[in-house]
């Protein structure tokens, strides 16, 4: 059974800052992995997929990598604005077909 | 492009009484999801669907919860009789096939008193 667990659960820098979030999952074998981001009461909002086959993938001042060797992936985000505050969540699919299964998130706040 | 609509966004119902949430995907998508996520916790898939298909209901309380998709676009979540436990908020998602990147929408919050 596949386990996600983000760690640690909340976490506060002063803006400017690089953000370093963190996710590892118990089975290597898998199709992808997606980093989210959700807002206070509000849904889930797709930031970036990697496919089995990438190491990394980038979008703006966001950037996930994988390592499916060890079972990790890690969102770094670029001088944090205090905007970037949210639970950033993490997604991992087995297989083609399959559900997405999800860590715990990370709740992060930048201070201005 | 649309997004995945959700409704009610918000719901407060006695225990044992019922409740159903609605869910229309993003068009073209052939994969429903609907997750429950508890406050402070990751979401926990209740059901999957494939066109109108059922590919994993394996977490699914079908003692109280039921779920169908209707000629494989909208969906609807029923929750007969609810449990205080059950409060939490409902998340939908859709993605092209199971697997490929999902799309959520606002999700429906739930308090049972």
């Known amino acids: 059974k596949q386990e996600v667990t983000q760690i640690p659960a909340a976490l506060s820098v002063p803006e400017g800052e690089n953000l370093v979030l963190n996710c590892s999952f118990t089975?290597?074998?898998?199709?992808?992995l997606q980093w989210f981001r959700q807002d206070p009461g509000k849904g889930l909002t797709s930031l970036l997929l990697?496919?089995?086959?990438?190491r990394e993938q980038t979008s703006g001042r966001l950037n996930a990598s994988l390592d499916k060797s060890s079972g990790r992936s890690t969102l770094y985000i670029a001088a944090s604005q205090p905007g970037d505050s949210a639970t950033y969540l993490c997604?991992?699919?087995?297989?083609?077909?399959?559900?997405?299964?999800f860590g715990g998130g990370t709740r992060v706040l930048v201070k201005p | 492009e649309a997004g995945v609509a959700q409704s009610p966004r918000y719901k407060i119902i006695e225990k044992r009484q019922s409740v159903a949430f609605w869910c229309n995907p993003i068009?073209?998508?052939?994969?429903l999801y609907w997750y429950q996520q508890i406050l402070g916790q990751g979401p926990k898939l209740l059901i999957q669907?494939?066109?109108?298909?059922?590919?994993?209901d394996s977490q699914l309380p079908k003692d109280r919860f039921s779920a169908e998709r209707l000629k494989g676009v909208d969906s609807t979540l029923k929750i007969q009789p609810a449990k205080l436990e059950d409060s939490a908020v409902y998340l939908c998602?859709?993605?092209?096939?199971?697997?490929?990147?999902?799309?959520f929408g606002q999700g429906t919050r739930l308090t049972v008193v």
């Open positions: 998602a859709s993605s092209l096939f199971g697997g490929s990147e999902a799309f």
């Open positions: 089975d290597s074998a898998i199709y992808n």
């Open positions: 990697i496919q089995s086959s990438q």
């Open positions: 997604a991992v699919v087995k297989a083609a077909g399959n559900k997405l299964t």
């Open positions: 068009s073209g998508h052939a994969t």
């Open positions: 669907f494939q066109n109108n298909g059922v590919v994993d």
